[in-house]
């Protein structure tokens, strides 16, 4: 399979998440008067399509920096569901597809792909996204998943504000990846996945180049 690029482009117009700084790429060098480009970054560790560490929900969770490179490659399941606005992805949606698909093995990376990226420019995208409900995060956590990515802005309802499901995750170590995008060119239930966080220290989450092979 040809790759496929799982990642918004990060740019000043890009979505951005209620009450997160507006991303900035501010020219600091160019040519005609130094000799190269060079640009500044000024954006959330959460923008655009990204990873959350389980530091961003548990205090003595792991950080970006310390993840283990080969828990951000490997062979992902894709779970192709319909989700509109504030509906939620329920341990019998997961189950339904276990019937279909052959169980879901112990320490696997799990994508949803629900449709709702296709929302990314409406005012309700980070308000009413669909999102896991607590049965599916405690079902994912009970087979010591390794991954769990989603194609909406949040793994929880968007209007859940209490975050249940990242702190079901975090607390169980479980990498959280939001925001994909093209999940739907993915022909099969199975894939390789690349996610590639920068290598910040500390950090809570960062900006990923997701990619499927």
């Known amino acids: 399979m040809k790759p496929i690029d799982l990642s918004l482009t990060i740019s000043e117009s890009i979505p951005n998440f209620p009450g997160s700084p ?24 959460h923008t655009g399509t990204h990873i959350d560490a389980p530091y ?3 205090k003595n969770g792991l950080k970006i920096n310390q993840i283990p490179l080969d828990r ?43 449709t709702w ?9 980070f308000n009413e996204n669909p999102g896991l409900d607590i049965s599916s995060a405690k079902y994912l956590a009970s087979k010591k998943i390794n991954l769990v990515g989603i194609d909406s802005p949040n793994i929880d309802l968007g209007k859940d504000e209490s975050f249940p499901v990242h702190h079901v995750l ?6 959280i990846v ?16 690349t996610i590639l966080p ?6 809570t989450g960062s900006p990923v180049r997701a990619i499927a092979s």
């Open 117 to 125: 990226h296709k929302n990314l420019k409406k005012n309700n995208y």
């Open 22 to 45: 507006k991303p900035h790429l501010i020219n600091w060098s160019n040519i005609k008067d130094d000799g190269y480009n060079l640009e500044l970054l000024f954006l959330s560790s």
């Open 170 to 175: 975090s607390k169980n170590n479980i990498l």
């Open 72 to 114: 951000l490659v490997g062979k992902g399941i894709l779970i192709k569901l319909r989700k509109d606005r504030n509906q939620s992805i329920t341990k019998s949606d997961i189950t339904l597809f276990e019937k279909k698909n052959g169980l879901i093995p112990d320490y696997s990376s799990v994508f949803f792909y629900t």
């Open 56 to 58: 961003h929900f548990v």
């Open 198 to 203: 920068l290598k910040i220290k500390d950090a």
């Open 178 to 193: 939001e925001n994909l995008t093209n999940l739907n060119k993915i022909p099969s239930n199975e894939f390789i996945f």
